[in-house]
Each structure stands twice: as C-alpha cells, then as structure tokens.
C-alpha cells in the first residue's frame, strides 16, 4: 500500500491549490471595481482560469481514479474517516459545480466564454437575464461554501500534523515525494 | 379579351405594387448592434426608437427615411453597462440623447434588395453611410431588414480610457428590422 501521493498527484494539489485560491480572490475583487477596460480584462482572466481548472480538475479525477492514494491512518476512528471522505467528496464536486456554474452564469448574461480569446466555449444557455441573475447567485454560495470547505480542508491537515501527529500533511508535501 | 385580361393583369401588380409604406409598428421592429469584447462578440440592442418613412417599391428612388434612437435606451445586458454607455465618455446622452440617420437616396439593387445612402449622426458627429437592406411584403406590411458597420471612434463613442479598441473593437455591426404598415 503506498504511503504517499504520487509526484503528479502533489503537482496537481499544489498547482489547483494555487490557481483555485487565486481564482477566488480574483472574482471577489474584480466584481466590486467599477465598469472599466481592466475590469473586463480581469472577468475574461478569471473565466480562463476557470476554464483551465476545469479541465485540470477533470485530469485529477482521472489520476485519482486509476492512482489508489495512500490509505487514512488505521487508529483514526471511522467517523473521522468518513467526514474525511465527504470532506474530499464535497471539494471534488465544487470544483467540478464551480466553474459549469460560472460558464452557464456567462451564457445566461450573453457573454460568451472564449478560452484565451481563441477557443470558443459554446453557449448552452440562451441569453436570459433573470436566469443570469439565479446563476451569479448560485455561482457566489457555491464559492462560499467551498471557502468554508477548504477552510476545514486546512484545518483537518493542521491537525493531523499538530494534534494528531500523522502523516496527513506531510505525505502531500514535496520532500516525502515518491518515484512516479 | 386577351388584351383586357393582360391590362387587367398589369393593372392589378400596379396597384399592388404602388402600396406605400409609411406606417412604422415599433413593435415588430428592432435596432440592435454587436461588438467585439476582447475578440468575443457581444451583443445588445436600444429599447426605444422611431422612425418616419415613405417606401413604395414601385417607386424606391422617391422613398425617405428618417430614423431616431434613444440612445438613453441602451440594453448592453448587465445594467452597470448601460449606466456606463449613457456616461460622457460613451453616449453622453444628457448632451446627446438622440442617433439620428436621414436618407439621402435609395437605390434599387434588384429583387428585394436595395442601397439606402445617407447620414449619420451620433453625440454631434455626422458621417455618410450606405445601407444595404431587404424589403419583404408580408401581407398589408412591410419589413426591412438590414445591417451595417460603424466605427465607434469616428463618433468618438468611447472616450479616455476606452478609446484603445484592445477591449472594446471600434468596429460595431448595426442590425435593424422595421416593420411598417401601408397607409
């Protein structure tokens, strides 16, 4: 049983841990600017991004899958366990839910998402402004509930490693890297 | 009675074809426009106009149109957008609340299509355009359709800092749909 993620594994942790944190930042500053050339550059920025989490979320799920990650401490009580899993669970499918609702929120408000101004992201949604408005709510809670998740994300690894004193942490960071 | 029933043909498409349109129905009618937002086209469309018209397709050289936007009407989709075009550095429609375009000729292209020349006039700058539109008889109706491209910049729509066209292109697609009643 192996008792660390693989070197793609951490990449793809660290990189999305990187890219989503920025992601987030970006949509809370960038909404409240007042309408200006920069804050059009900045929305069609953040919708590359998300487009670009997108995909790599789809390549995580992909390793994750055919990569069995090492297995939670046998002395961790089940409930634990579980709640780790939903933990998991519920920052897979927001970042899966995140960016769709983003592109349907762009779609439903007739802007069309373009990757890099070069790939155009077809619209699923015709141009609805009620429907827009549902959307960029939804859009916001999902990432409200999403920062609450990742808080308790960092919050459990803290513990692990401080409380607990395991290998949670630590088997996610770069120096205990396996071959693969 | 070949010769009556051949009047009677051609008196009959005369007077079909010597209806004048006049009536416009703000209704079934439409001014839209699309532009470029960092290589993604947009589009948006101005909720109160009105027009003036004379067409009879018999007669397409003596047909008149005038045109009036309300510039103040703008629907860009997101309302911090249009708050942003009535502003100075776009419409500045306090000063300028009004795009008007006055034909000056109109040419018949054969078929349905036809060459409306004329003059555009948008926050005190003027600039000749030629307009190329469909006519379609649908019933005691008539409907024109049409576009057309103009430059922002030569309207000076989209002053300081909106004045480079890497987010905002200069070139905006006019697309307009009248339909008018005959008289």
Same mark, same amino acid.
């Given at each position: 049983?192996?008792?660390?993620?693989?070197?793609?594994?951490?990449?793809?942790?660290?990189?999305m841990a990187v890219l989503l944190i920025g992601l987030i930042a970006l949509g809370f500053y960038m909404?409240?600017?007042?309408?200006?050339?920069?804050?059009?550059?900045?929305?069609?920025?953040?919708?590359?991004?998300?487009?670009?989490?997108?995909?790599?979320?789809?390549?995580?799920?992909?390793?994750?899958?055919?990569?069995i990650p090492p297995a939670l401490p046998v002395n961790m009580p089940k409930l634990m366990q579980l709640a780790a899993h939903a933990g998991h669970l519920a920052l897979y499918g927001l970042m899966l839910a995140i960016p769709l609702s983003g592109w349907l929120m762009s779609s439903a408000k007739g802007f069309q998402t373009v990757w890099f101004g070069v790939l155009p992201i077809p619209d699923l949604l015709d141009k609805n402004k009620e429907l827009g408005d549902l959307l960029q709510t939804v859009h916001m809670s999902?990432?409200?509930?999403?920062?609450?998740?990742?808080?308790?994300?960092?919050?459990?690894?803290?513990?692990?490693?401080?409380?607990?004193?395991?290998?949670?942490?630590?088997?996610?960071?770069?120096?205990?890297?396996?071959?693969? | 009675m070949k010769k009556l029933a051949l009047a009677f043909t051609l008196a009959t498409a005369f007077s079909v074809q010597a209806v004048e349109y006049t009536q416009v129905q703000a209704d079934k009618s439409s001014v839209a426009?699309?532009?470029k937002q960092m290589?993604?086209?947009?589009?948006?469309?101005?909720?109160?106009?009105?027009?003036?018209?004379n067409f009879d397709p018999a007669k397409p050289?003596?047909?008149?149109?005038?045109?009036?936007?309300?510039?103040? /009407?703008?629907?860009?989709?997101?309302?911090?957008?249009?708050? @942003? =075009? *009535? !502003?100075?550095?776009?419409?500045?429609? $306090?000063?300028?609340?009004?795009?008007?375009?006055?034909? /000056?000729?109109?040419?018949?292209?054969?078929?349905?299509?036809? @060459? =409306? *020349? !004329?003059?555009?006039?948008?926050?005190? $700058?003027?600039q000749d355009v030629v307009v190329?539109?469909?006519?379609?008889?649908?019933?005691?109706?008539?409907?024109?359709d049409g576009?057309?491209?103009?430059?922002?910049?030569?309207?000076?729509?989209?002053?300081?800092?909106?004045?480079?066209?890497?987010?905002?292109a200069n070139d905006v697609l006019i697309k307009f749909r009248i339909t008018a009643a005959s008289k």
């Open positions: 049983m192996a008792t660390h993620y693989t070197k793609t594994a951490k990449g793809l942790h660290w990189l909404h409240d600017l007042p309408l200006s050339p920069e804050k059009l550059k900045l929305y069609s920025w953040h919708k590359w991004a998300g487009v670009t989490a997108f995909l790599l979320v789809l390549v995580r799920l992909a390793w994750r899958i055919t990569h999902l990432n409200l509930l999403f920062i609450i998740t990742i808080v308790g994300h960092i919050g459990a690894a803290l513990k692990h490693h401080f409380i607990d004193k395991d290998d949670i942490l630590t088997r996610m960071l770069p120096k205990h890297a396996k071959e693969n | 426009f699309v532009y290589g993604v086209a947009v589009d948006g469309k101005f909720k109160r106009f009105s027009s003036q018209l050289a003596a047909a008149k149109a005038t045109f009036d936007v309300e510039l103040a /009407s703008v629907d860009t989709g997101a309302p911090e957008g249009d708050d @942003e =075009v *009535a !502003g100075k550095p776009w419409f500045n429609t $306090k000063a300028f609340p009004t795009a008007r375009f006055v034909s /000056s000729s109109v040419k018949s292209l054969g078929g349905n299509r036809y @060459e =409306v *020349a !004329g003059q555009l006039s948008i926050k005190g $700058k003027s190329p539109a469909t006519f379609t008889a649908q019933g005691n109706s008539g409907v024109f576009s057309f491209t103009i430059r922002r910049a030569d309207f000076s729509i989209g002053e300081g800092s909106w004045a480079k066209f890497d987010i905002v």
